[in-house]
């Protein structure tokens, strides 16, 4: 699987990726130490804790690793006409206008108009042009979005 990103959050990922893997590691296996010396490991939450506290670590690192392995950088404000990831753009619905970007899932957040291309929106818009009607099932019915503007 490919992830789309900006060169920010791919920065941000391995900055985190970084930190787990030299903080993270050390905080856990200091819990693991002082844990193990409380004594008998089999009724010890403690050290039971401390071995899920591991376990979600290392997924995230893995998960990390997986995301930047697979990273393609979104080209920002490329020229086109036709929608695609990375594109900013100017909708209309219902007589309201709305400005949405569409991003790759690592960075959707739908309350700051950043639309995943994975998102059911987001991908209505890719590969669609100026003047284009879109429209999306939504639980209430169909919405239908006219695309004004594509930067």
């Given at each position: 699987?490919?992830?789309?990103?900006?060169?920010?959050?791919?920065?941000?990922?391995?900055?985190?990726?970084?930190?787990?893997?030299?903080?993270?590691?050390?905080?856990?296996?200091?819990?693991?130490?002082?844990?193990?010396?409380?004594?008998?490991?089999?009724?010890?939450?403690?050290?039971?804790?401390a071995k899920d506290a591991q376990a979600?670590?290392?997924?995230?690192?893995?998960?990390?690793d997986n995301i930047l392995r697979n990273?393609?950088?979104?080209?920002?404000?490329?020229?086109?006409?036709v929608v695609h990831i990375g594109s900013?753009?100017?909708?209309?619905?219902?007589?309201?206008?709305?400005?949405?970007?569409?991003?790759?899932?690592?960075?959707?957040?739908?309350?700051?108009?950043?639309?995943?291309?994975?998102?059911?929106?987001?991908?209505?818009?890719?590969?669609?042009?100026?003047?284009?009607?879109?429209?999306?099932?939504?639980?209430?019915?169909?919405?239908?979005?006219?695309?004004?503007?594509?930067?």
């Amino acid at each position: 699987m490919q992830y789309h990103l900006t060169k920010e959050r791919l920065s941000e990922l391995k900055s985190e990726l970084e930190r787990l893997k030299k903080e993270g590691r050390q905080e856990i296996a200091e819990r693991l130490k002082r844990a193990k010396e409380l004594g008998d490991l089999s009724e010890n939450s403690e050290y039971s804790d401390a071995k899920d506290a591991q376990a979600k670590l290392e997924g995230r690192i893995f998960e990390l690793d997986n995301i930047l392995r697979n990273a393609s950088i979104i080209k920002k404000g490329i020229g086109s006409e036709v929608v695609h990831i990375g594109s900013t753009i100017e909708v209309e619905k219902d007589g309201k206008r709305f400005i949405y970007t569409i991003v790759g899932s690592q960075e959707a957040k739908p309350e700051a108009n950043l639309l995943s291309n994975e998102s059911p929106l987001g991908k209505a818009f890719l590969n669609k042009k100026v003047g284009d009607v879109v429209e999306v099932q939504i639980p209430r019915g169909a919405a239908k979005y006219k695309i004004i503007k594509v930067e």
